[in-house]
């Protein structure tokens, strides 16, 4: 494949791949907006953010799996199409409630492109190309997480926080017209399953796979430490640091931004090195660093410089692992590389709501709370990891 063709597919599926983080993040700093303009309480804004992740998890159980069974090109269009009415909806909210709805519409269509993203490069790459393109797509993915908070704190700060909802909308009406001239079929439908319920056959099977829980066990918990800094440090930002919105959006653009350094090293790296020594590399200096904001906080130190300085090398270290991680976890079994994406995904997206949930449920009286769980998440992250890959050599030999 010629590298020009490389590069137009890079840029479509990370587009299309780029409005579930988009979804996400560009939230994160309108949190304290939409709690103000509601009068809702911290743990009710929150579920705008968690129960959009958690439907985003549930979406890719389906989409994986349909995928494999239906083609990649439909899902996708079916899922842009929901992202944008679920955007939509978001901007003409009445209320709380309808906002959730809306929010739960959009994040359920964003799935669509990370998990089907993931099913095509497979379909076209061998398992450590497989790495070296999905961490090319992850680094421009990544730019939204980079640009989405500072926007988001730009826009409310000075246009109101539903102009974060128009700017997703438009995002996936251009997805949209990109992907229906540009996205070729990779995968040659099945339509084997006599009903839906089949098509999660193999999913025991991955479950059953240590290499597999590896993988995905060090996913969920890689997101599950951002997740608690998006689900927990805006409301530190506003009630401990006295900084706001936009304060907040600038921080984690140099946090995201690092994580983007991370997978463009990796790209360049993992063919080279080894797919699962990159994910033991990156791994351990995600434990250490996230280990490291709780001991600053715990020596004193209150100050969000004390978050997000050992957060940039955390993000880095994440980026490191994350491609790769992925990609072991489709390339256990390629023949399901769609139902194993779905599951990752499902079991990532699952885990990171968690911490981001607890976070935001978590006292802010101080910030030490929400840091111990910062390092919960990177050590858990590390353990399962490690742990299940020593029982998959136990069980290869």
């Given at each position: 494949m010629a590298s020009s063709r490389n590069l137009k597919l890079v840029i479509v599926l990370a587009l299309i791949a780029g409005l579930g983080p988009i979804s996400i993040h560009v939230i994160l700093p309108v949190l304290p907006s939409i709690k103000a303009a509601f009068q809702a309480s911290n743990a009710v804004t929150q579920l705008t953010l968690t129960l959009g992740v958690v439907a985003m998890a549930v979406a890719t159980i389906a989409f994986g799996p349909a995928a494999d069974r239906y083609g990649r090109r439909p899902i996708v269009i079916l899922g842009l199409a929901l992202f944008i009415g679920g955007s939509a909806l978001c901007i003409w909210s009445p209320n709380i409630e309808t906002l959730i709805f809306g929010r739960l519409v959009q994040a359920f269509g964003?799935?669509?492109?990370?998990?089907?993203?993931?099913a095509i490069i497979r379909d076209m790459f061998s398992r450590e190309e497989t790495a070296r393109v999905l961490?090319?797509?992850?680094?421009?993915v990544v730019l939204a997480p980079v640009l989405a908070p500072g926007i988001?704190?730009?826009?409310?700060?000075?246009a109101g926080w539903r102009y974060v909802f128009i700017l997703a909308s438009a995002m996936g009406v251009l997805a949209l017209v990109v992907s229906l001239p540009a996205l070729k079929e990779t995968h040659k439908p099945t339509g084997e399953a006599s009903s839906f319920a089949q098509m999660f056959r193999s999913f025991p099977g991955l479950l059953r796979t240590p290499a597999f829980?590896?993988?995905?066990?060090?996913?969920?918990?890689?997101?599950?430490?951002?997740?608690v800094i998006a689900g927990g440090v805006p409301f530190l930002m506003i009630d401990v640091f006295g900084r706001g919105p936009a304060a907040f959006g600038l921080f984690f653009m140099f946090l995201a931004a690092s994580f983007l350094m991370g997978t463009i090293v990796s790209s360049r790296l993992?063919?080279?090195?080894?797919?699962?020594?990159?994910?033991?590399?990156?791994?351990?200096?995600?434990?250490?660093?996230?280990?490291a904001i709780a001991g600053l906080f715990l020596a004193g130190v209150s100050s969000p410089w004390a978050?997000?300085?050992p957060g940039v090398f955390m993000g880095f270290s994440h980026g490191l692992a994350m491609p790769n991680a992925q990609a072991g976890a489709v390339s256990v079994n390629p023949q399901i590389a769609g139902s194993a994406s779905g599951l990752m995904t499902f079991l990532q997206m699952s885990i990171g709501a968690g911490f981001g949930q607890i976070a935001g449920m978590l006292p802010h009286a101080t910030a030490l709370p929400v840091t111990i769980l910062i390092a919960v998440a990177g050590v858990s992250g590390f353990l399962l990891y490690n742990v299940a890959m020593s029982l998959s050599r136990e069980a290869s030999s």
């Open positions: 964003g799935a669509a492109g990370i998990v089907v993203s993931r961490g090319q797509v992850m680094s421009v988001g704190g730009f826009i409310v700060a000075y829980i590896g993988y995905a066990g060090y996913a969920g918990c890689g997101m599950g430490m951002f997740m993992t063919v080279r090195i080894g797919l699962d020594r990159m994910i033991r590399w990156g791994s351990s200096g995600g434990a250490f660093f996230a280990l978050i997000f300085v």
